[in-house]
């Protein structure tokens, strides 16, 4: 793909049947050969992940909003959220809302929030359900979810709305390390695996506001966050295709998860990006995976 | 299962590690077996529908929110959307929300509207994306999406956020009814096939308010909505599994989509709830996919 800038790489998608435009910025479909190549990288991740005996669960798009509220994720990232608000009221109120959109005037104000919230980080659903006191080897998961962050782009990779494969870990700090150490390697030679000019290195999140500027640097200092970056945007800084984040005990003290020492059990969790990795491909290998180097095609249908 | 309320199915699915609690009704999450399961049951589905040679695309959860203005589904569901709202303030606006959420108070008029809903109908972000001129033969395509309705209910099939693979159809009148009337006697025998007690039936949709009743009322008169229903909730009628919508030129003239010969072209779908068709194997083959009766494990794993 010859794509000399972001705007363009999304046309060039769009005009091969990759993505299909769909209005609203980072949030546009995907194309049938896309797809056989997202769930061939998914199927991959898989693989790899179950010589381990992971458990697979599956979350909605929507959580409980008390997820977001008990993790600080309001104080962090205010500006990335996505809220489901509804309506509640009855008939006669109701009809104010098309009165509204027939004047093309705004109709948010009308609806009320409810308890749930579009899940922003994909392992968020599954602490809560650790509450209590974890087997003796802590808990080790996979689930495909779709995050959402509100933050419009005309880069492709900058979705709103996407997917990501995790796997996430729970138990003693000394195991969740060693296992954080593990797939930081395997989730890197995956990508490697692929023909991909991957790179590791140390990362933080976009913390919002100034205050949020301390907090990336403490993330940073402490080496919480690794990401695995790869070349896909013409002139711009390599994109994140997957990862990780060591929590300490964030969500263990959050969730009241315990070892059975009685300690607060630490997590941590790695992400691979599912849409960020297949633009990655089209990206490196071209438009047409018939045409993919032969282990990059071996690799992903075996 | 031997559940004897909806209540207690639930409970079932829980224990037996098919479902796991999440907090909000209707927002739980699935165990890997339901999973296998549900990825076999539309994967059973794909591999009939791709004699027609149908065209494959995903799209987010999100939407366009002018799709559901432009549809007037705000008028005809308001009390089962889901609009999606985000911060967009500067530092000092948004230190309230945590303090909201620290005195336990509602932050949700803090946010403003996004452009992007929640998907009520998987089919809906197709219909944009046919704008202008459809081919002479028209368009097929299908998808799995994940959709939302805002209706908290106990009873596991009454969910807010599930998936449909869903068939759509747009092109000229007869080809769209004829194409209705062949997948409305596939998706009957493809549930019949798997042994499960389905019934055909003519049907409404939930139309908000006493106007909504006339809309139900010309629906079932007009043979519109066709559902296929199986038993699955103890002590209740039968829940729909399968679901067929003739549009007749509704989306053809939000859309401005135009046959060949210039007249508005005509539209239908038709959805298979995936989660529920799951939990009707299970309400009625059992907990245990492995001992389900032979002739179904062949149609689910060939």
Known sequence: MVASS??????????????????????????????????????????????????????????DRSIIERTGYMESFPDLCGAIHSFVGNEREARAIPKRIADGESWGDLLGQTDVVLNP?????????????????????????????????IEPTRMRSFRVREMIRVGAPDAVLAWRDTWRDRGFEILKSLALPAELDVAADPFFGR??????????????????????????????????????????????????????????????GLERTVMALFRTHGADPAQWPAPVRAKLWP
């Open 121 to 153: 980080a994909a392992c968020y659903p599954f602490y809560p359900t650790c509450r209590g006191t974890v087997p003796e080897n802590g808990r080790e998961v996979t689930m495909l979810a779709w995050v959402y962050r509100q933050e419009p782009s």
């Open 211 to 272: 205050g949020g500027k301390i907090l990336a640097a403490g993330q940073i200092e402490q080496k919480l966050k690794f990401e695995v970056l790869i070349p896909v945007l013409p002139g711009l800084p390599p994109t994140a295709c997957c990862s990780f984040n060591y929590h300490q005990e964030k969500f263990g003290t959050a969730f009241e998860i315990l070892l059975p020492s009685g300690e607060t059990a630490h997590s941590a969790c790695l992400g691979f």
């Open 6 to 63: 972001a705007a363009e790489l999304y046309d060039e998608f769009v005009k091969a049947g990759l993505l299909i435009t769909a209005g609203p910025l980072g949030a546009f479909g995907r194309g049938g050969v896309f797809e056989q190549v997202l769930e061939a990288f998914d199927a991959l991740i898989v693989r790899t992940a179950k010589v381990d005996g992971v458990e697979s669960m599956t979350f909605p798009p929507v959580i």
